[in-house]
């Protein structure tokens, strides 16, 4: 159904626009996405999908959507987040404590349907000590608009909480009357900010003292999974942290990281010492120029806000 000269138009379509590299090895996952979009929107040919690409946004991102893989889970690598509790969060502890205001800045860049997003706020909750004394944000972004008003909704079935211990179930969430889902905790719930973002753009998203981009870059070139990296050093602060999942790391690419062994997982932390090359960088948007229509953004976490 598909020809050769469409699947690459498609292929060098999706690349360009949203970084995602579909090789060849990936023609039989393509044709069949593209058929499934055509058969729901009674679209007759290869050439009218394009078209109709071409003309509208809207229909680009509907296709987009069947595209990217959304697999995600809470407390997905338990070895990263013993590392976020048992050693990153008590070192920016010490680091940031006698600091006015207190601030803790994270990016879950690429956070689909917001379990990962919601992970990282329930461990900060649980491991920072003297949590209700910081300003807390972590922005959560994805290409994804669907994904992002899932996650906004913070509602998930108890089969998709399996990862959580009962205590913490309780702790930070709450059934939803009349259905399997359970619902975040508002004081959870307010740490976290939801935004669009395309990672093969340029936006800059504010200094940040932690990064997760766990399998994202997996779909991107080399060169565009570098300047990525690139711009996530620039933008961590001083003594700050990445997160790559397991099969990414900075293999070939110049970023000035250090790695870091937490157990089983590997973390890539910025010296004391580096420079904030990224301030004010030229073109980019700042955290607070990402935003959304349509899609609320939560407020930093306020001092008297209990977290326990």
Known sequence: ??????????????????????????????????????????????????????????????????????????????????????????????????????????????????????????????????????????????????????????AYPKRELEALTPEQLD????????????????RIRKMVRFAPMNLAEPVYAGRMDLIFCMNVMIYFTEERRNALLRAFCDTLNPGGYLVLGHAESLAKCPVKLESCRHGDSLLYRKSLGAPNEAAGAAGMKTGSEVSRPGLPSRPRAEAAEKLS
Not at 30 to 41: D, F, P
Request: hydrophobic residues 45%; aromatic residues 8%; negative net charge.
């Open 1 to 154: 159904m598909n020809t050769e000269i469409e699947l690459d138009e498609l292929r060098a379509l999706v690349e360009r626009r949203a970084g995602i590299h579909l090789d060849e090895t990936r023609d039989r996952f393509l044709a069949a996405r593209v058929r499934e979009h055509m058969q729901e929107r009674a679209i007759t040919t290869p050439g009218e999908l394009l078209a109709r690409i071409r003309k509208s946004n809207f229909e680009y991102e509907a296709l987009l959507e069947r595209l990217l893989t959304q697999e995600t889970s809470f407390f997905r690598y338990p070895s990263v987040f013993a590392a976020l509790r048992n050693t990153v969060l008590k070192e920016m502890h010490a680091r940031k404590f006698w600091e006015n205001p207190r601030t803790l800045r994270v990016w879950s860049a690429g956070c689909a349907t917001g379990e990962e997003a919601y992970s990282i706020a329930i461990t900060i909750a649980e491991a920072l000590m003297f949590v209700e004394a910081w300003e807390i944000e972590i922005l959560a972004t994805d290409i994804s608009t669907s994904a992002l008003r899932h996650a906004e909704r913070a």
């Open 171 to 186: 702790a930070h969430f709450t059934r939803a009357p009349g259905t399997d889902h359970w619902q975040v905790r508002p």
